[in-house]
Nanobody
C-alpha cells in the first residue's frame, strides 16, 4: 500500500512559479513510477506529467498545455516527487493530484489515470489574472 500527501499549492498570479511536492510512504518509493494529474471545476481529470522509477525518464502532457513550463522530478532519498510549475496561467487553476503507478516498469509511463493505483488528496492551485 502507498500513501501520498501533496503540498505546495496556493494562490498565485499569472506568470508566477510554484513547486508542488508529493510525499510518499508505505511501499518502497523507488519501486514505482509517479504521475501528476489535475482537475479543474466542472472538468475531467487530466494528465500532467509522469516520471519513472529512476527519475531519468519523464513524460508530459501535450505541448500546448504544460510541456516547457512544468517539470516533474523525484528524490528517491526523500520519497518525494515534485512538480515545478512556471509561467502559470489562469487555465492552470485546478486541484493537483499525485499518483503512484505500480505496474511493471517494462509497461512504460502512462497518461491514463486508470494505470495509477494510489492517489493523494490533492493540493489546490489557483492562478489569478
Amino acid at each position: 500500500h502507498v500513501q501520498l500527501v501533496e503540498s505546495g499549492g496556493g494562490l498565485v498570479q499569472t506568470g508566477d512559479s510554484l513547486r508542488l511536492s508529493c510525499a510518499a510512504s508505505g511501499r518502497t518509493f523507488p519501486g514505482y513510477a509517479m504521475g501528476w494529474f489535475r482537475q479543474a471545476p466542472g472538468e475531467e481529470r487530466e494528465f500532467v506529467a509522469a516520471v519513472d522509477r529512476t527519475g531519468r525518464d519523464t513524460y508530459y502532457a501535450d505541448a500546448d498545455s504544460v510541456k516547457g513550463r512544468f517539470t516533474i522530478s523525484r528524490d528517491n532519498a526523500k520519497n518525494t516527487v515534485y512538480l515545478q510549475m512556471s509561467g502559470l496561467k489562469p487555465e492552470d487553476t485546478a486541484l493537483y493530484f499525485c499518483a503512484a503507478d505500480i505496474r511493471p516498469a517494462w509497461r512504460g509511463l502512462s497518461h491514463s489515470g486508470y494505470d495509477y493505483n494510489y492517489w493523494g488528496q490533492g493540493t489546490q492551485v489557483t492562478v489569478s489574472s
